[in-house]
């Protein structure tokens, strides 16, 4: 076990000027009241890049009811692990108590079948809270006392080498909480991190233990993996670990049956724009971006049931309904978002109706736009017909005669059939190579 390494203020770059007013607020007057208190987490690994953290996360001896004591505007929270919310207006600073995982059977930890961890919920010292965490970059502590970074795992080592390393036996810490191998992928890319071989090679491998977490637990981390800013790169990096597979089953199945084909396209063309939106601070929709997963196996489920007899739109119904519940078994995904998604999949087979009435009453569907939106990314991947999104382009910006003219007509007859899928190809994405 290697001893602790302190780095002192003149041999790290943090800059307080990057940490927030209300998280320094928070350090001082733990420290004030005699108790430790340092920065951990993801908030030291970023500022150590320069960036500016999301939020904070502090560490302090004292207990929770003595957290508590210090601060007038603090709750709080957790069942499975208590610890404080400081609450600052919107900015909430969490406080935790220095945390242990003692493997003497002492205290309430316990485990599941496959080595997983249920519940911890033991005090520790500094030392102990730094060896349960998941990677050594994530285990370095800034000290409010001296502005020292104290480091127990060889994280600072790893941070400047731009390695990302599970702290202690990788397939051990692997099995104890699968979903780091989610956290491994997300981090690496966000931070332009390798992943360290030792980590890397045993990750296809466990990736099926990822069946035994909650299917909401996995939601929260998709969400946390496509709303990156680089979802183009994490999907890459999910599907080289075979770790995509295991949250959307059946949009694996399609991309492995086609690999070069429309799926991949479509896909690598909605994560772009996902992330072009987020690094030009613009909203996403997260039934979009869902929608978008999982369109393949909705729109061949559904071209079946049209191909054995059944109406469109019934046919898209049906189709959603069943891909949907098949899905949440693995990743939950809320009936909020749910709702949206077959909404916009039920829209497509209407969309391509532009004769009658029937144009006009979708220009006023709640959903209309974002359905059109995907019907042009369809189009522009060469799945749906080209003419078909630029009629209803066209269409919305027409004044009343030009639209009346418009429906008499419809698109053109080619509408509707959509083309070989093989004859329009997005631009190929570039590879991305794994050179350990
Ligand atoms: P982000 O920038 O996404 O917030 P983060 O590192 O702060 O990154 P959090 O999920 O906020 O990630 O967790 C805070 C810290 O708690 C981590 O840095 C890590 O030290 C520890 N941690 C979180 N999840 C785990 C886990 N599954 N296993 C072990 N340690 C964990
Ligand atoms: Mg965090």
């Not at 993801?42 to 210090?70: M, N, S």
């Not at 070069?260 to 979009?288: M, S, Y």
């Amino acid at each position: 076990m290697p001893s602790v390494k302190v780095y002192a203020r003149s041999e790290h770059t943090i800059s307080r000027t990057l940490i927030s007013d209300n998280a320094l607020k928070v350090l001082y007057r733990l420290r004030k009241a005699d108790y430790q208190a340092y920065l951990v987490g993801g908030c030291v690994r970023d500022l150590l890049l320069g960036r500016e953290p999301k939020d904070f996360d502090v560490v302090t001896d004292a207990h929770p009811d003595e957290i508590r004591a210090v601060f007038r505007n603090c709750r709080l929270i957790g069942r499975r692990f208590r610890l404080a919310h400081v609450h600052f207006g919107n900015e909430i600073v969490e406080v935790a108590t220095f945390r242990a995982l003692n493997d003497d059977g002492v205290g309430d930890r316990q485990h599941g079948r496959d080595g997983r961890i249920l519940r911890d919920n033991i005090y520790g010292t500094i030392e102990e809270d730094a060896w349960r965490r998941d990677f050594t970059v994530n285990a370095l502590y800034y000290n409010i006392r001296d502005f020292s970074v104290v480091d127990f795992v060889c994280g600072m080592d790893d941070h400047k080498a731009g390695i990302l390393r599970l702290i202690g036996d990788p397939e051990q810490r692997f099995r104890e909480d699968p979903v780091r191998m989610l956290r491994a992928v997300r981090f690496a890319v966000k931070l332009g991190f390798t992943i360290h071989p030792s980590c890397a090679e045993p990750m296809p491998r466990l990736a099926s233990l990822l069946e035994g977490i909650p299917s909401a637990r996995l939601f929260d981390e998709v969400i946390k993996l496509l709303l990156s800013g680089y979802s183009v790169q994490t999907f890459e990096e999910l599907r080289h670990y075979k770790l995509f597979g295991l949250l959307f089953p059946e949009t694996e199945q399609c991309l492995a049956r086609e690999p070069e084909g429309f799926p991949l396209v479509f896909l690598a063309k909605v994560l772009e724009r996902t992330d072009e939106r987020i690094q030009g601070n613009k909203g996403v929709a997260p039934f979009f971006l869902f929608a978008a997963l999982l369109w393949e196996p909705v729109r061949i489920l559904a071209n079946a049931k049209i191909k054995a007899g059944d109406n469109e739109v019934f046919a898209y119904q049906e189709a959603a309904s069943e891909v949907l519940n098949r899905q949440v078994r693995s990743v939950a995904i809320p009936r909020t978002i749910s709702l949206t998604m077959r909404e916009i999949w039920t829209l497509q087979p209407r969309l391509e109706r532009t004769k009658g009435v029937r144009p006009l009453k979708l220009l006023g569907h709640p959903r209309f736009r974002a359905a059109y939106d995907f019907l042009a990314l369809r189009a522009e991947t060469g799945e749906a017909e080209p003419e078909l999104a630029n009629w209803w382009t066209r269409f919305q910006s027409a004044n009343e005669a030009e639209q009346r003219a418009m429906t008499r007509e419809g698109a053109s007859p080619r509408t509707g059939v959509p083309r070989s899928r093989s004859r329009r190809r997005g631009p190929r994405r570039p590879k991305v190579t794994h050179d350990t």
